[in-house]
Nanobody
Framework: QVQLVESGGGLVQAGGSLRLSCAAS????????LGWFRQAPGKEREFVVA????????YYADSVKGRFTISRDNAKNTVYLQMNSLKAEDTAVYYC????????????????????WGQGTQVTVSS
């Protein structure tokens, strides 16, 4: 069982930055593909970004490309989401997720690809 705990959310003005963190339990963190999703009020959860198993290959939603950056520290079992140039439409609950599929070379972009989820952290961007 893998537990994921997000932190770093908060209130920020449009144009500002936030860095979300997601700490994971488990000894095989480096073998997971990792992703971030978000859910705005009244909307379905949507894909934001994913990092391949072991890291090194990433895929971003068009809406955040060039503004958000995913990174991981395998030694700390932590994945980060650096969010710059934030917009009001980025307001949402942000979730990290882990895909523990062994030997997978895919970059998972669907919610159903993921096995474990965090509880979410609220990001509010004021305009």
């Amino acid at each position: 069982q893998v537990q994921l705990v997000e932190s770093g959310g908060g209130l920020v003005q449009a144009g500002g930055s936030l860095r979300l963190s997601c700490a994971a339990s488990g000894r095989t963190f480096s073998s997971y593909a990792l992703g971030w999703f978000r859910q705005a009020p009244g909307k379905e959860r949507e894909f934001v970004v994913a990092d391949s198993r072991g890291g090194g290959r990433t895929y971003y939603a068009d809406s955040v490309k060039g503004r958000f950056t995913i990174s991981r520290d395998n030694a700390k079992n932590t994945v980060y989401l650096q969010m710059n140039s934030l917009k009001a439409e980025d307001t949402a609950v942000y979730y990290c997720a882990a895909d523990a599929t062994p030997f997978s070379t895919q970059i998972p972009v669907r919610q159903s690809d993921y096995d474990y989820w965090g509880q979410g952290t609220q990001v509010t961007v004021s305009s």
